[in-house]
């Protein structure tokens, strides 16, 4: 089973958590740091796998870990779960945030935090992996997020309005018509 | 889109905060703006709000008061609301608060709900935080909705109705039919989730695996169709069709080959087929591959199969990729007690990943070694293990310690090296031992008395190179006290002889007593020692004297007491001296793996600084010193039994130590009865009082004929509710004319407190005529009771 989910940067602020198993909220805060502090000090060219902490579940869970740019992905997982299978995951999520954000980084995440969450729903569920088929869960969350705009109602439709508007691809219509300097060459008339 | 907008803006606030006071701040007005939103009811923000109070959360904040919120939420009609109410509930809400019955009955009619949108909302809210009444109301629509929807919400459903059967395993037999005809399913998510239900399934009943022991034949086959399909671009992972679901399948075989031949029978192929055309060079291959040796190892395999397996191992170790060694040795760990010889092939490996840089690698490395470590390898795993301590990452020290000392205690070849590989240990890692490593040791040092010189040589070497590993000066204290003839006397067959003057020797217990380095205990230890050094030694005892007497003063009341009952003496009783501080005898051992003995036994086995000389039983509380020295001054000549009571030390740092203090018996004149007398033998019994459930009797047999008795023994038996525990006597010959004694001593376990009773059968010969007799005791002397037990 996988305990908790964590996403946080190289200075440890959260960009995303998620308990499968309940902790209170300082203990929460409290294995976010102890996890940053045990993952940071992690050379580049070790393994992904660590052991040690003793907040979340004692001797049986392992942190597994992987680095990627400034962002640190931590999944916590107990013995029922096979390691590299987890590794292996990491990737499919973040292969998945990439197609469902178009190139992620750091501030997608950061702004978008509710998108990943459901994301994340498709794929993990309840501490057990769900579905490990990236074009399944992208097909999937897509749908959602359409049924979720369709049925905006009328309180979404002025903003809906403005943001269509900006979005509308009307040609130029030009303002100034700057006829310049024209010359007219008249044609010389004979005189009758 | 409208919510998320709202969302950006706040974050983009919060962001452009400079501080952590400014963020706080920040947070507060955000916080007090969404509670007055939630206030206002419904006006098409709330989803927003929420949304703010989610990530507001995740920074750290408090954000209880959003739960109600998230209830009305997901009672809403509007999917986007659903969809942030139900996400708040599970980041909010948990099975302790009480607001999540609340959302039971939405989310049962969100189950029936025509968009399966919405069902899967409800089913992943079920799923992650569910409490147990929930799963229970819920439990028959889940079972629906495993049976007869699209295999996106059946894949859900399985995995819902795997938190239900953790949750609450009696309604397990409620899924077992449908669990097995989802075998059949194409769909691979739903695949994935019914193996893993139906794994669940068969860890709570031993009956359920029993039936889905006739599924290994369909497994197999899903397992040939994934491992030779074509390329499949769906669940193609590294050219791995779906390794996922192999290693989830693989997993599932495991559990129901495991003891079984008939299921081992039907997976041997399909292992083998898997272990041989698995492509291992991406992660993904070593993930299947991994599980497969573990499967192999695990079920009833052919033997042919077995070695493949090891030899994969092997092979994995070798790799260069650092998580493929880790998983490797993980999983060899695991096959160790089985396949210890398999296993033993690749020590040289493993032995040399200890010395890899990763902390992680080094663990599982530590471990491993630790258990290969036998008879025939000690030396040259523990060559290997120490130069591991001196470079180890500090917090696998204390394990490698315990880890080197229990293998030291279980394989070492000789004494000389036993001593000398703990003295190792203690110079390099002295603070990450455990604290029976100082008492064991020097159990351990007695009882090798041809090393006595040697040890204390070593030892004193090493306290003057370094005093600050607190375990080794408190050994090397102790041997100097006991054995500083031995060091004076300079010579030692076993290293290059050095002499040492008893100047030297003062000097360096004077350090260690006044060093800011040594600890209260360390600082006992040598002052004990110096004071046994006065029998010892020769020119210096007024040397002694002078340290004694400075320490009669001293703030730390442990090191006062000690210097003042020297002091005493040296004063009153310098008669005694030399019997007082003579060599202590050889201690029993009463280490914790050790099975023998409890700890009422015949000498008390704990920290030797707190055993003061006991054959005087002098340096006790001082309550008592009194009566003590009375005793002593009286000259019986009953040998005073070495009884535990006057071990226990006043000030000792553990608390335990002082309960038993207090529950324990004072060493008050102990009374003896005759209980037989016939022939001239006569048999005395004394009793002490351990606890308030346990007795230890004392049975001494005297001889007054003009022959010795020969072939004296005892047999003793108690009402059937008490346990009795003879120790062995002292000999089985009595002396004629009482200038002996037989002792044995007998311990009464009497946990239900009836009377004690306890018949003893005594035979002996004596002028070649086999004598027996029998005698009962109803009733046994009463010791005096301690003050602090409430007499009847």
Redesign the interface.
């Known amino acids: 089973m996988i305990k908790a989910i964590l996403i946080f940067n190289n200075h440890g602020k959260p960009r995303l958590i998620r308990f499968y198993q309940y902790f209170a909220e300082d203990m929460q805060q409290q294995i976010i740091r102890e996890t940053f502090h045990l993952v940071s000090k992690r050379d580049d060219n070790v393994c992904n796998f660590l052991e040690g902490g003793s907040l979340i579940g004692g001797s049986d869970y392992k942190l597994i870990y992987r680095h990627y740019a400034t962002l640190y992905f931590v999944f916590c997982v107990d013995s029922s779960e096979s390691e590299l299978g987890i590794l292996d995951l990491i990737q499919v999520f973040v292969e998945t945030l990439d197609k469902c954000f178009e190139n992620v980084c750091e501030l997608d995440l950061i702004f978008h935090m509710d998108k990943v969450h459901y994301i994340l729903q498709e794929v993990v569920m309840g501490g057990m992996v769900l579905e490990t088929n990236m074009n399944e869960i992208v097909a999937q969350v897509e749908l959602q997020n359409r049924m979720e705009k369709s049925e905006g109602g009328l309180s979404g439709a002025p903003a809906r309005a403005v943001s269509a508007v900006k979005n509308m691809n009307l040609p130029e219509i030009p303002r100034n018509i700057n006829i310049g300097d024209i010359n007219i060459k008249v044609p010389s008339l004979s005189p009758f | 889109?409208?919510?998320?907008?709202r969302?950006?803006e706040m974050?983009?606030v919060i962001?452009s905060a400079r501080t952590q006071g400014e963020e706080r701040g920040i947070i507060q007005k955000e916080c007090a703006d969404i509670r007055a939103q939630f206030r206002q009811g419904d006006?098409?923000e709330r989803s927003h709000s929420l949304?703010k109070l989610?990530?507001v959360?995740?920074?750290?904040y408090?954000?209880h008061f959003g739960q109600m919120e998230c209830v009305r939420l997901i009672a809403s009609t509007?999917?986007?609301e659903k969809?942030?109410g139900y996400?708040g509930a599970m980041?909010l809400l948990?099975?302790?608060q009480d607001a999540s019955l609340l959302i039971t009955n939405s989310i049962k009619n969100d189950l029936s709900h025509s968009?399966q949108?919405v069902q899967s909302l409800a089913?992943?809210t079920l799923?992650?935080?569910g409490s147990a009444e929930m799963c229970r109301d819920l439990a028959p629509e889940i079972e629906r909705l495993l049976r007869a929807s699209n295999s996106?919400i059946k894949?859900?459903a399985t995995?819902?109705a795997?938190?239900i059967i953790r949750k609450v395993p009696e309604l397990a037999e409620m899924f077992t039919p449908s669990a097995r005809s989802l075998l059949s399913e194409k769909n691979?998510?739903v695949l994935?989730?019914a193996v893993?239900l139906i794994t669940e399934l068969c860890k709570h009943n031993p009956g359920t695996l029993d039936q889905f022991r006739k599924a290994v034949p369909e497994l197999v086959q899903i397992m040939k169709g994934l491992v030779t399909s074509s390329y499949s671009p769906?669940?193609n992972?590294a050219g791995i069709s779906?390794?996922?679901l192999q290693?989830r399948i693989l997993?599932l075989l495991r559990i129901l080959g495991h003891n079984n031949d008939t299921a081992s029978d039907a997976m041997n192929d399909l292992l083998a087929q898997v272990a041989t055309n698995t492509d291992s060079s991406k992660?993904?291959g070593?993930?299947v591959l991994?599980?497969t040796v573990l499967t192999i190892m695990d079920i009833n395999s052919e033997s042919g199969l077995r070695v493949l397996a090891v030899n994969i191992l092997g092979r994995f170790l070798l790799n260069n990729d650092?998580?493929i060694?880790?998983?490797s040795m993980?999983s060899l760990q695991k096959i160790v007690q089985t396949d210890h010889n398999a296993v033993q092939r690749h020590r040289g490996t493993i032995v040399d990943c200890l010395k890899d840089?990763?902390?992680?690698?080094k663990?599982r490395a530590l471990e491993l070694s630790l258990a290969l470590v036998s008879a025939v390898n000690i030396r040259s795993m523990m060559k290997e293990l120490l130069i591991f301590l001196s470079t180890c990452p500090p917090?696998l020290r204390s394990h490698t310690t315990s880890g080197i000392f229990n293998a030291a205690e279980r394989y070492s070849p000789s004494k000389r090296w036993h001593i000398d590989t703990i003295l190792h240990v203690l110079t390099t890692a002295g603070g990450d031992v455990r604290d029976e490593t100082v008492p064991n040791l020097i159990q351990l040092i007695t009882t090798a008395s041809e090393l006595h010189c040697y040890t204390v040589h070593k030892l004193y070497r090493a306290l003057v190179k370094d005093i600050s590993q607190q375990s080794l000066v408190q050994v090397a204290c102790w041997c100097i006290g006991e054995y500083g003839d031995l060091l004076l006397k300079g010579e030692c067959e076993e290293i290059e002889p050095v002499q040492v003057t008893e100047d030297d020797v003062l000097d360096a217990l004077e350090t260690v007593l006044q060093s800011h380095m040594s600890s209260p205990a360390t600082r006992g230890f040598a002052l004990t020692a110096t004071m046994k050094l006065s029998t010892r030694i020769t020119d210096n005892v007024d040397r002694i004297r002078s340290i004694v007497s400075n320490y009669s003063s001293c703030i730390d009341l442990e090191l006062q007491q000690r210097a003042v009952e020297y002091n005493a003496l040296f004063r009153k009783y310098d008669h005694m001296r030399a019997a007082v501080l003579e060599r202590m005898p050889v201690m029993d051992k009463n280490s914790p793996g050790h099975t023998n003995g409890d700890t009422s036994g015949v000498i008390k086995e704990t920290d030797p600084s707190k055993l003061k000389p006991v054959e005087a039983g002098l340096l006790s509380e001082p309550a008592s010193q009194v009566c003590d020295l009375l005793d002593l001054l009286d000259g019986t000549d009953t040998p005073l039994q070495p009884s535990p009571a006057p071990t226990n030390n006043p000030t000792t740092t553990s608390s335990a130590d002082l309960l038993d203090l207090l529950g324990g018996l004072e060493p008050a004149p102990v009374l003896t009865e005759t209980v037989y007398e016939k022939n001239g033998l006569s048999l005395k019994i004394q009793c002490d009082k351990q606890t308030d459930t346990e007795v230890m009797v004392t049975l001494i047999g005297s001889n007054s004929t003009q022959n010795d008795i020969t072939n004296f023994t005892l047999q003793a038996a108690v009402p059937k509710s008490v346990q009795l525990q003879m120790k062995a006597p002292s000999g089985n010959v009595i002396p004629a004319h009482g200038l002996g004694q037989v002792t044995q001593t007998v311990v009464l376990n009497n946990p239900n407190k009836v009377s004690l009773k306890m018949r003893i059968r005594v035979s002996y010969s004596n002028q070649g005529a086999v004598h027996q007799d029998t005698v009962q005791i109803d009733s046994f002397p009463s010791p005096t009771c301690p003050p602090s037990v409430s007499p009847l």
Do not use: W
């Open positions: 889109m409208p919510s998320s907008v969302l950006q974050i983009r962001r006006n098409g949304a989610l990530y959360h995740m920074l750290g408090p954000a509007r999917y986007s969809r942030i996400l980041m948990d099975e302790k968009s949108y089913l992943c799923a992650c935080m996106y894949k859900k995995l819902c795997v938190h691979h998510g994935h989730g893993v769906e669940h992972v779906d390794p996922f290693v997993r992660t993904a070593s993930a991994y599980e650092r998580n060694r880790y998983i993980t840089q990763d902390t992680s690698v663990r917090e």
